[in-house]
């Protein structure tokens, strides 16, 4: 509910009276006139109001301390008037506001300069809380997202490996492998990889094991069973005995001769011997040794 206070017009006998009234009184009966409340007549839209601040704005100079025209009038009217002097209005705004800026200039750059510096020093103690903060929580949260992998791991996989089976990413994973290739240091760069020993070993681990899946004989081996067998050797030809440069991984008894892929298997050979073996058994080889010899 809404109370309002409202000056009536002094009479000659008596000083300011204040009334209080509600606002439905008011818009019930607006226009009438009650015993206590003079009607004022708008000198614009010519209807009579309560002589009231409701009605009509105060204008201490007047006779009756009110302006002669009505609210409503006074609103449409300053209304009209701003529609049409809109671009001047606002134009003497902007050029005030000009004015009143180069005036303050060295006093607004004084405060912003203060005031950034605050800012400034407001963020930096932010961060570093919350830097604080991940550091002395940094187990827990170690542990919070470890054990949250741990829970969700399949999920965690199964969604990197679709990801990586969708085309259009195995199709941007290529692009980029070639591009790189194409590039100088990019086929440096390959070269250098090929040439590691660890990859070479490696890659003819892999050759080899398929080779063994395409004649469905059993037996793998890896790249540390290779190095097992560099090692046992002493980096030698188990034949010739010569110091390995290159070497051939060689199934002792030919695959295609019933031999398995299994580590027991093979020996390290020299490219020569590798080629002059080729698919004979131990003792049918002729070469310098028959068997590669086990340290
Ligand atoms: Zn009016
Ligand atoms: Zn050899």
Redesign the pocket.
Known sequence: MLWLAVLVTPQPDSKKVTLTMDDSLLSDVPHSNPDDIPLKR?S????EKSATTEFFHRQNKSKDGLRP??K??VLAHEKTRYAENRDHILERKRAYQRIYDAAHRDRKRAYDAAHSDRQKGHYASRRDQAKMYRAAHRERRLAQSKAHYVANRDRYLERDRSRRRLPEVQERKRAQKREYRSRPEGKSSEKEYRSRPEVQMHRAANRQTRRARLRAIGGTFTKQDVQNLLKGQKEKCALCKKKLVKYHIDHIVPLSRGGSNWPYNLQLLCPSCNLSKQNKLPHEFDGSGQMRLLS
């Open positions: 708008c614009k839209c010519d209807e025209y009505c409503t009038c």
